[in-house]
């Protein structure tokens, strides 16, 4: 049995597509490896390509408010994108691009064995769910549904929603993505925090 680690090693030594001679740095993921939730994104961008690290700009700001507001903290959850190389200019992925790199993120998820998978915009949730064989159409079609799918032996619950950057450029999603993260937070039956929490 691999471990994150050796995925890891492996993703910083890739040259499997060209993204590796424009990249600044790969950005594996990070996070907790017994994770029950991992969220996957659909590249870095331009901050994780020079921090390699996944979701630390201005929509990794909004993703770890709104994992507060469900009682997570980073250190808890798993964070990865499809892509681990940033694509110049923050441009689309290739299908060829995703196909060689996602290989990474199968294999992470096989690692970690989480109970819930959180896809963050429309290229995450097109990956994820051709991984366990759901349909795709589009994302404002299925994002905030809850599929459950047989894998590692369990039953696993997979949700889309908007990635966080479609949330900062259209504020007017706001409300509606707290309401997609109290759904994600009643499948990892976690209580809002009370102030005892904090005493």
């Known amino acids: ?23 600044t740095n790969y950005v594996p ?12 994104g659909e590249a870095p961008g331009r901050d994780e390509d020079l921090r390699g690290e996944p979701f630390v700009g201005a929509a990794g700001k909004l993703l770890t408010e709104m994992l507060a507001s469900i009682g997570l903290r ?5 964070i990865t994108n499809v892509l681990k190389c940033r694509p110049p200019n923050n441009r689309d992925p290739t299908p060829e691009e995703v196909e060689k790199c996602g290989d990474y993120l199968v294999r ?10 959180v896809c963050l915009g429309r290229f995450a949730a097109q990956f994820i769910f051709n991984l366990f064989g759901l349909e795709f159409t589009t994302i ?39 309401r997609d993260f109290q759904k994600i937070g009643e499948l990892c039956k976690r209580k809002q925090p009370t102030l005892f929490d904090y005493l």
């Open 29 to 40: 993921g990070a996070g907790n490896e017994k994770a029950e939730v991992v969220f996957v």
């Open 108 to 117: 992470q998820l096989d690692v970690i064995k989480p109970n819930v998978i």
């Open 140 to 178: 404002s079609r299925v994002k905030g549904k809850v599929y459950e799918v047989e894998r590692w032996g369990k039953k696993v619950r997979v949700i889309a929603i908007y990635h966080p950057a479609a949330v900062l450029y259209r504020p007017q999603l706001k409300e509606e993505y707290k």
């Open 1 to 23: 049995m691999e471990s994150l680690q050796e995925i890891v090693n492996e993703i910083l030594n890739c040259k499997k597509c060209d993204l590796y001679k424009t990249k």
């Open 74 to 78: 980073r250190e808890d959850v798993y």
